[in-house]
């Protein structure tokens, strides 16, 4: 497994068109992939590196994409502006949201953000990242105070709802610093980062299926 962050470019010439591999410790994401997709996943394979999200940046580009199909071949979500027009399966990106996989890359960094989980206690209890602050979103009001308002913080929850509700109401009372975290738990927990651990602190504990 590749634990060293890297970028793998890709050009076509006749097109123009430049495309990414992105990657660091086992987990990659593909940016605005050609209609090619085979590189891709055969470097991955090489790397040792699961693709778990594909972005497409460049929705009304004059180049075909082959975004469907990477995605039916590895599994991995497309992710799209909500802007864009796209009637095929995929998750809107907005500002202020961060992918799991640009997440764990900043929680190996040297600054790494706060991660604010506002799960519920049993949630928690059950896994989470290792040093993330948990103020479940019932009791994310009273709890404002104890929050630095100079320190970038990734708010997360089990799939992204909550933690939608939560940036927006840290927004409302001045937090400028955040992002919500697309995916949330469950995506994180599906790349098996050694962030998430136990409540126990006994090490990783998987939901059900997932070990």
Known sequence: MNTEPFIQRYFVEGLAHASYLIGVGGVAAVVD???DVDDYIADARRLGCQIIAILETHSHADFVSGHLELAQRTGAPIYISRHAVATYPHRDMVDGEVTVCDLRSELRGGRPPLVVDV???SEWQAGHIAEARHAALPTLPGALGNLPRDTAMAVICNGGYRSSMAASLLRRHGFTRLRNV????????????PELHSGDGAGIEWPAGKA
């Open 119 to 121: 799960r519920s206690a």
């Open 182 to 193: 697309v995916g949330g738990m469950i995506a994180f927990a599906d790349t098996k980062c």
């Open 33 to 35: 992939p050609k209609r």
